[in-house]
């Protein structure tokens, strides 16, 4: 079974092919990527409408080019995935209706994917795959969960942030810092020249008991500090930013740590475009080494948006049996 997936639901065009062959992890044939973030940099943000307008230009163009890298035919493809949802409406519908166009011109099925699910399937293709089941810390720009998975299509929510994400408090304090667009991973850059207990930042809902995250009150005390230091900004930015990535990535841990006591797993799996950086990884290992406990995380090349992680899921829920593809091309997307 060969899936061709389809990402469009942010920033950045993906396109993919995998082959499924028998019960085992679906295998990465080609996958091609183009960001949008010098197009959206000038605007310190994405901008939807250039976002679902760059999406139409790019898309065929990838997947031409990742059919030529998988040495396959279009025809050769049986199913056709892309992300449902969530997302951005207009960048969804791009991703959305190539997938269904190219479903029913080919006679073959298509089938909708959570971008959610796409994450955190994709330590699958790592080349230290998970087993089921583990613990998941799923870290983007827009959601920030711990999930309790026990197999495809399995997932218990363990706890969640009541308002920003992880990568939305990277990417805010990042802008008040005026580090620009996308802010993580500048932030992080610069927070490794920095002292990471320079300032006192908080640590929200660290002792709340349970396995919730609360981020809007971190970028607030950011927001103070850069009013405060005011011209001194520049001197200190380095320290500010390792400040703020501290206190980030101890929430993340602790709380990774207290779900894994919860569900007794030996095991978690770190996926979203929070789990390339590179303090949390060192961080994480550290801890969960000291209690035995396996931590898997995709390709870095495969942490942010891709085409590769919808092919996946969409290959494993239908080996799994969790849904099937269907002719029907009317299709829709679910923006939240
Ligand atoms: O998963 P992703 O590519 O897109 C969403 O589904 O949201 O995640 C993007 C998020 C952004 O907030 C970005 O700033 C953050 O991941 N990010 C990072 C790093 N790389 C990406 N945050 C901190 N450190 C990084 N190295
Ligand atoms: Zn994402």
Redo the contacts with the bound molecule.
Sequence with gaps: MLVLGIES??DETGVALVQADGPGVPRLLAHALHSQIEMHQAYGGVVPELASRDHIRRVLPLAQEVLAQAQRGLPEVDVVAYTRGPGLAGALLVGAGVACALGAALGRPVLGVH?LEG?LLSPFLSADPPEFPFVALLV????TQLMQVDGVGRYTMLGETIDDAA??A??KSAKLMGLGY????A??RLAQQGDPAAFRLPRPLLHSGDLDFSFAGLKTAVLTQVRKLGDALEARKADLAASTEAAIVEVLVRKSLAALDRSGSQRIVVA???G???RLREQLDAACARRGVRVHYPELAL???NGAMIALAAAMRLQAGAQEATTSYAFDVKPR
Excluded at 140 to 143: F, Q, T
Excluded at 182 to 185: F, S, V
């Design positions: 639901s942010c971008h994450h983007s720009g827009g959601h990568g939305e990277f990417d996308p802010g993580g991973p932030l992080s979203g475009g929070v390339a950086n590179r942490c942010t948006d």
